[in-house]
């Protein structure tokens, strides 16, 4: 679409006030074809910014507009594509039209001086030759190193590899010299035509891959496999035949850990030009990734949630695995979910969209029970191993041990002598949740939160997580003098403590936000627990979530009960979801796998339909309970949340709101109420909560208070945000 060159353009910028403004095209720039998706320079407010020209201007010629300054690209940056889906993402979320395309964008192209993008080095084995040959030229024991790394886990950076070896790129280098690997200015490297492997697919498979096969026009699937039932073949069988006909797939995960053991499995499987794409990243690979693709010259991309936005010339399949994850949901500023961006850009660009989960969210399993989407169901685990079996272990009758009865640690222990490995699941990090007097009750809060004070051992301080506050230990209760203060409660860091005591000579692995803080950190601790060796891992949800050891035979989930008293309608749905993927880490290859549930409800329904029954079941069961309280997904949510230091300014910006909203009887508003922090970091929260049966009619309402908020008719010393679709409360 060419703009009109002799008057004026429409440009977006991440702005909150105005979805576009208008500028003059000067005469030293008249003679260039300006088009709709091209980046120009344009001044604002003392700067000078990079723009996203978007449409013609109707109105006619205005002599006090300013004029660009400057125009970046000579053809579209962003396709028509990309602004058509956008403009659809801005119209459903209300967000403000820069700050949605500018989402889409990486970092190194908002910048008006970047220089052209610098080549970055990546790296996988060439042909092998024979072993001989090998260890003949392989005369170090640090290209030996690197090399069998590369074998297993390529192909990778040089500084992907540093926790193997510091001087991992001179190892390359001089491996590449001796004509042992292949270097790719790109995350992959089209080595060799790859084989299938030699099993054959289940009936379930088949029949998913088939069905999908046949029906290659917009259609959303929900691959709804138990664990262990080879979700990821399926994608990969699809993903190849694509790929062997030219075309392109996007592959969404929800966490970065998992972006690399899925990109693995596609670049050796399929021949074909294999991308990540993720936060992790340098500014750099993301935004070559992103050029490569909207050029063609990448076939598939594996990336967490930003990816959805990713251009491509010829899309022709998006699969969005464990779709339930909370991940693909942005929790803050434009909140977006990059599942369901997945289907709406399948509609637009009339391609199939695969869901895959072994516990599918409630909103998928509706769609999918109301026949809005294809329900494909995988029914038995490949390696023809039964489930893990689930036992429910009452620890009121029970003496416990830093967190775990005897007989749990003597289960580990038997496990651990058949050289196998365990996990001890649990969301919560630090030594114990509460520090508390004896005498009066007190208990440890943060200043700046609504929170009790975590402490953590290994400093000897008291930290904040939502601020990240730390504190001294008091030596004297501040409520009553009294030196009675004592830790309540079990975090990873305490059940790691007893459990390096009472297993003397075993390796355990703590994996949580305090020890694995880096991408080295994570792939040196997956590999040393893929490496098989008996092991025990005590870990949050860092280690629930899709990752395969081959060795884990016994996982222990810690402390659920929370999740029974919550105030969020979902949390028994999360709750769930959580339990049968940890579960499902166990017993996956060819040993059997079992799960200890440690618990003081083991009378709660919940355990009677989840496990007694299984997930459909406590599915079904918990929409029934949704569509009789009216709660989401048998209606609409959305949530205007707002804070500010000063608890009046909250309170009446939401005042405000209210009396300036238009009556709809279809929509129920909850609120003002606090949110469940009511103060983080200094500042008190609240919200309203809107609930409506009908969707436009809900979006109608949003949109006359979103008007109104954005018209500056408000206190400017509030920070609010629209969650539309929220997946939790808090």
């Given amino acids: 679409m060419l703009i009109d060159n002799l008057h004026t353009i429409q440009v977006v910028l991440p702005i909150p006030f105005a979805d576009r403004l208008t500028y003059l095209v000067p005469d030293a720039l008249s003679h260039i074809k300006i088009m709709a998706g091209m980046r120009v320079i344009v001044p604002f407010r003392n700067k000078k910014l990079v723009a996203i020209v978007f449409d013609s201007l109707s109105s006619p010629y205005n002599k006090n507009l300013k004029s660009i300054i400057e125009i970046i690209d000579s053809k579209p940056f962003l396709p028509k594509k990309s602004l058509t889906f956008l403009y659809q993402v801005h119209r459903y979320y209300l967000q403000p039209l820069g700050e949605v395309v500018f989402t889409s964008i990486p970092k190194w192209f908002k910048n008006s001086t970047n220089p052209a993008l610098p080549k970055e080095i990546w790296w996988q084995l060439k042909n092998q030759p024979s072993d001989e040959k090998i260890v003949s030229q392989l005369k170090s024991n640090k290209q030996q190193k690197i090399y069998q790394y590369l074998q297993k886990n390529g192909p990778l950076q040089s500084r992907s590899m540093t926790h193997i070896e510091a001087t991992a790129s001179a190892q390359c280098q001089a491996l590449y010299k001796k004509n042992l690997l292949l270097k790719s200015d790109l995350c992959f490297v089209d080595a060799h035509p790859p084989a299938d492997p030699d099993f054959i697919l289940t009936d379930d498979q088949q029949k998913a891959v088939d069905t999908i096969r046949s029906n290659m026009g917009f259609h959303p699937y929900l691959l709804d496999g138990i664990t262990g039932s080879g979700k990821t073949e399926v994608y990969i069988r699809l993903v190849k035949q694509l790929v062997n006909e030219g075309k392109q797939a996007l592959v ?122 294809h329900w494909l169901k995988l029914r038995e685990r490949t390696n023809k191993q039964a489930l893990p079996r689930i036992d429910i272990l009452d620890v009121r009758t029970h003496k416990m041990q830093k967190g775990l009865s005897k007989q749990v640690l003597n289960q580990i222990n038997e496990e651990i002598n058949k050289g196998n490995q365990a996990l001890v699941f649990l969301n919560r990090r630090g030594w114990s949740p509460k520090l508390s007097c004896q005498e009066c009750g007190w208990v440890a809060e943060s200043d700046q939160c609504d929170t009790y004070l975590t402490y953590h051992k290994h400093i000897h301080r008291l930290r904040c997580h939502h601020c990240e506050r730390v504190y001294s230990i008091p030596e004297f209760c501040p409520g009553c003098g009294s030196q009675k203060i004592e830790t309540m409660g079990i975090g990873t860091e305490k059940i790691h403590h007893g459990l390096l005591n009472h297993l003397k000579d075993v390796k355990v692995i703590r994996v949580d936000r305090d020890t694995v803080k880096t991408a080295n950190q994570w792939q040196r601790t997956i590999d040393e627990i893929k490496s098989g060796v008996p092991c025990v891992m005590v870990g949050t949800q860092m280690l629930s979530k899709g990752h395969d050891f081959p060795n884990l035979t016994l996982v222990i989930i810690v402390n659920v009960d929370n999740s029974f008293f919550s105030l969020d309608f979902r949390a028994t749905e999360h709750l769930s979801q959580l339990m049968i993927q940890v579960s499902g880490r166990a017993g996956r290859k060819h040993k059997t796998g079992k799960v200890v549930i440690q618990t003081q409800c083991p009378e709660h329904e919940f355990f009677q339909l989840l496990l007694g029954k299984g997930y459909q079941d406590y599915a079904l069961h918990e929409l029934e309970q949704r569509q009789a309280i009216g709660f989401p997904p048998a209606s609409y949510m959305a949530i205007i949340r707002a804070r500010s230091k000063n608890e009046k300014t909250v309170n009446d910006f939401f005042e405000n709101i209210l009396e300036h909203s238009i009556d709809n009887p279809t929509v129920s508003i909850m609120g003002p109420i606090p949110a469940p922090i009511y103060k983080k970091m200094g500042q008190y929260q609240m919200q309203l909560i809107f609930n409506g049966n009908h969707r436009q009619s809900l979006h109608n309402s949003l949109k006359q208070i979103t008007d109104f908020i954005r018209s500056g008719k408000l206190n400017n010393n509030i920070i609010w945000s629209l969650d539309i679709d929220p997946i939790n409360l808090s």
């Fill in 252 to 373: 969404l995960v929800p966490e970065i850990g998992l972006t690399p053991q899925l990109f693995h499995e596609f670049a050796k499987r399929i021949h074909g030009r294999v991308c990540v794409f993720h936060s992790g990243l340098t500014a750099v690979a993301r935004a070559r990734a992103w050029v490569k693709a909207k050029s063609g010259e990448i076939d598939v991309i594996v990336a967490t949630r930003s990816g959805i936005f990713t251009p491509f010339t010829n899309l022709a399949m998006i699969i969005v695995d464990e779709e339930h994850d909370l991940s693909f949901k942005q929790q803050d500023g434009f909140r977006y979910s990059a599942r369901d961006l997945a289907v709406m850009r399948g509609k637009m660009e009339n391609i199939p969209v695969l869901l895959g989960s072994a516990t599918p969210s409630l909103e998928s399993f509706n769609n999918a029970k109301n026949n809005k989407y």
